[in-house]
C-alpha cells in the first residue's frame, strides 16, 4: 500500500458507539468537577442575562412612554446590571472551562503516551511512528474541543435557549407554539448534518496522521533523499497526503457553511410567522406593546444560540472520532506480564528447547524448533543469511515477541516466570540501529535505570568502549549535547556510546546485533579488543555479518530458513567444509 493512501479502516464511527465513546470522554473532566461546576454557574448567569436583555424591552418601551424620572433611574441601572451580569458569565464560563480543558489534554496525552510505552513490540511495526505522534498531537486537540468548549457551548447557549422559551411561554403561549413549529426541520438539518460531521472527521485524522508520518519520515531521512535524488518524489507524495487533508477539511467547512444558514432561514421563517400572526387581533390579546417588542426580541435573540448550539455539533463530532481512534490506542492489550519471578541476578544459562515463533498473520513459522543450550559465560554467534532468523531470535530472550511454541529458560526457569522488568534487567543489548536520545553525552550512555550512576563509573565504561579519545575532544566532554538521535557523531561514535551504555548495564547476558557493523577497521579492532574484555564472565549472542569478527567465539550457530543447520567452534566448522566454511570462503574471496 502507498503512503499517500488513506488509512484502512472503518469509513465512519457507527451512530451507535457515538454516546458511549462521548460519555467515556466526559470521565476525563470528572476530577475537575469544581472548575465545571463553576463554569456551569457562569454559563447559568449568562443564559439568565441573555433572558433579562429580552425581558427588559418590556420596561424600554413603557420608560420611552412615559419618561419618569424613577422609570429613567430604573432602566439605567438595569441596562448596567444585565450586561455586567452577562459579563460576569462569560469570564466565568470561558476562564473555567478552559481551565478544565488544558487539564483533560494533559490528562489525556499522558495516558496515551503511558499506555504507548507498554504495548508490545507488534504494534509499533503495525502503526507508523508519525501516526501514532498525530494522535499525542492533533487527535487530542480535537477530543477537548469536544470535552470542555462543545459542552460549554451547549449549556450556555441550551440554557439561553431555555430561559426565552419560558419567558415567551409566560408570555404567550400560543404564539409560541407557533415559533416551535419549524423545530422538527431544525433538528431533521442538525441529524444530516451530525452524520456528515463524523465520516469526515475520521477521514481528517487519518489524513493528519499520514502528514505527521510522511513528513517525519522525510526529515529524518533527508540525507537519503537528497543522495538519491528523491526531493521531487516526497514533495508529490506530501502534496498528495496534504491535497486530501485540505479536500476533506473543506467538505467538513461546506457542510457546516450550509448547515448554519439553513438553520438561519428556518428560525427567521418561524419569526416573520410570529409576526405575520401577532398582528392578529385574537392571537395578540391583551399584550401591551412592550410585551410584544419584548417577545419578538426573545424570539430574535433565539437567533444566535440555535445557531451556536447546531454548529457545536462539528466540535462534537470531530471530538468523538478523535476520541474514538485515542481510546483505540488505550484499549490496546499492553504486553502480558504475568511473571513475578525476580532474581537480583542470574547466573545467564540461556537454553532454547524446541523453540518456533510466527510473525503475527504470516502463515509460516521464522523460526522452526530452535534447540540449543547456552551455558553461563559462553559467547555464541550467530552467523547466516539474511532473514535467516538470527535477529528474530536474540529477540525472543528479552521478550519484545513471545515465542509461539517450545520454551526458553533462563537458569532452569522459563522466561514467562520472570517479570519483565526482571527479566531485562538482565541483559543489555547493542543492536545495528543505535538508538540516541537529544540529551548529553553523559545521559545517553547512563540512560534509564543507570541514571545514578557515577560520573567515574560512565567515564570508565566509556574507556572501555574506547568513546572517550572522542568525547575528551567534544567541547563540553560527557555535558556535549549530541543532537536528535545523535546526529552531531559519526555512525562509528555513535555505536561505541551504544556500547558504552551496554557496558555501563554491566548485565550477565549481553545481546550484540551487528554491534560492530558501523565502525572502520581502526574503531572495529579497538571495540573488538574491548568486547573481549568485556565478555568474559557474561553470556553473549552475538549476531555479525563479518566473520572475521566472531572466530574467537566459544560457539558458532549458523542458521538457514529458521533453523540452526550447524554449530560449533570456528575450526572445526571450517574442517567440516559445510554451510560456515562455504559463508567464510566468499567473505574471504570478497576482502582477498
Avoid at 143 to 152: G, L
Avoid at 335 to 355: I, L, W
Avoid at 513 to 537: C, N, P
Wanted: proline share 3%.
Amino acid at each position: 500500500m502507498s503512503l499517500a493512501e488513506p488509512l484502512p479502516g472503518p469509513e465512519s464511527i457507527k451512530a451507535a458507539e457515538t454516546w458511549p465513546t462521548y460519555k467515556r470522554l466526559l470521565t476525563y473532566v470528572k476530577p475537575f468537577w469544581l472548575a465545571f461546576s463553576l463554569a456551569v454557574v457562569g454559563n447559568v448567569i449568562y443564559a439568565g442575562a441573555s433572558t433579562g436583555m429580552a425581558a427588559a424591552m418590556e420596561y424600554v418601551v413603557a420608560a420611552i412612554e412615559n419618561p419618569t424620572d424613577q422609570n429613567r433611574l430604573l432602566l439605567t441601572f438595569l441596562i448596567v446590571g444585565v450586561f455586567s451580569l452577562r459579563g460576569v458569565g462569560t469570564f466565568m464560563s470561558q476562564y473555567f472551562i478552559s481551565y478544565v480543558g488544558r487539564q483533560v489534554i494533559s490528562s489525556l496525552r499522558s495516558d496515551v503516551f503511558n499506555h504507548l510505552m507498554i504495548l508490545p513490540s507488534r504494534y509499533f511495526d503495525e502503526n507508523a511512528a508519525g501516526r501514532l505522534v498525530s494522535k499525542l498531537t492533533f487527535n487530542v486537540e480535537q477530543v477537548a474541543e469536544a470535552a470542555t468548549n462543545a459542552v460549554t457551548i451547549t449549556l450556555r447557549e441550551g440554557l439561553t435557549i431555555v430561559g426565552l422559551l419560558g419567558y415567551m411561554l409566560y408570555t404567550n403561549w400560543k404564539l409560541t407554539l407557533i415559533f416551535l413549529a419549524v423545530g422538527p426541520l431544525i433538528a431533521a438539518v442538525v441529524s444530516y448534518a451530525s452524520k456528515r460531521f463524523r465520516k469526515i472527521s475520521q477521514r481528517i485524522q487519518g489524513s493528519m496522521g499520514d502528514i505527521t508520518h510522511v513528513a517525519s519520515e522525510s526529515i529524518t531521512g533527508y540525507r537519503v533523499v537528497r543522495a538519491f535524488g528523491g526531493d521531487e518524489y516526497e514533495k508529490q507524495r506530501f502534496q498528495n497526503v496534504n491535497d486530501r487533508n485540505l479536500k476533506q477539511s473543506l467538505k467538513m467547512a461546506s457542510t457546516q457553511a450550509i448547515s448554519v444558514p439553513v438553520i438561519q432561514i428556518l428560525v427567521a421563517v418561524a419569526i416573520a410567522a410570529l409576526v405575520w400572526t401577532m398582528l392578529a387581533p385574537e392571537i395578540r390579546g391583551e399584550m401591551t406593546t412592550g410585551q410584544l417588542i419584548a417577545f419578538i426580541t426573545a424570539a430574535t435573540t433565539m437567533a444566535k444560540p440555535i445557531r451556536q448550539v447546531t454548529s457545536v455539533h462539528a466540535k462534537i463530532q470531530k471530538g468523538v472520532a478523535a476520541a474514538y481512534d485515542v481510546f483505540e490506542t488505550i484499549d490496546e492489550v499492553p504486553e502480558q506480564d504475568p511473571g513475578s519471578y525476580a532474581p537480583e541476578r542470574v547466573e545467564g544459562t540461556v537454553e532454547f528447547d524446541d523453540v518456533s515463533f510466527r510473525y503475527r498473520d504470516q502463515l509460516d513459522d521464522v523460526l522452526k524448533g530452535i534447540s540449543v543450550e547456552i551455558p553461563a559465560g559462553q559467547s555464541v554467534a550467530l552467523v547466516g543469511r539474511s532473514g535467516s532468523g538470527k535477529s528474530t531470535m536474540v529477540s525472543l530472550l528479552p521478550r519484545f515477541y513471545e515465542y509461539t511454541g517450545g520454551d526458553i529458560r533462563i537458569d532452569g526457569h522459563s522466561l514467562k516466570d520472570f517479570s519483565l522488568k526482571a527479566l531485562r534487567s538482565q541483559i543489555a543489548l547493542v543492536t545495528q540501529s543505535v538508538v540516541l536520545f537529544n540529551d548529553s553525552i553523559a545521559a545517553n550512555i547512563a540512560y534509564g535505570a543507570l541514571r545514578d550512576c557515577s560520573r567515574d563509573e560512565i567515564r570508565e565504561a566509556a574507556a572501555k568502549a574506547h568513546a572517550l579519545e572522542f568525547i575528551d575532544r567534544m567541547p563540553e566532554g560527557l555535558d556535549t549535547m549530541i543532537g536528535d538521535n545523535g546526529v552531531m557523531l559519526s555512525g562509528g561514535q555513535r555505536q561505541r556510546l551504544a556500547i558504552a551504555r551496554a557496558l555501563l548495564k554491566d548485565a550477565p547476558i549481553l545481546i550484540l546485533d551487528e554491534a560492530t557493523s558501523a565502525l572502520d577497521t581502526e574503531s572495529e579492532r579497538h571495540i573488538q579488543e574491548a568486547l573481549e574484555t568485556v565478555i568474559k564472565g557474561r553470556t553473549t549472542l552475538v549476531i555479525a555479518h563479518r566473520l572475521s569478527t566472531i572466530e574467537k567465539a566459544d560457539r558458532i550457530l549458523v542458521m538457514e530458513n529458521g533453523r540452526i543447520i550447524e554449530s560449533g567452534p570456528h575450526s572445526e566448522l571450517l574442517a567440516s567444509n559445510g554451510a560456515y566454511a562455504q559463508l567464510h570462503q566468499m567473505q574471504f574471496s570478497e576482502h582477498s
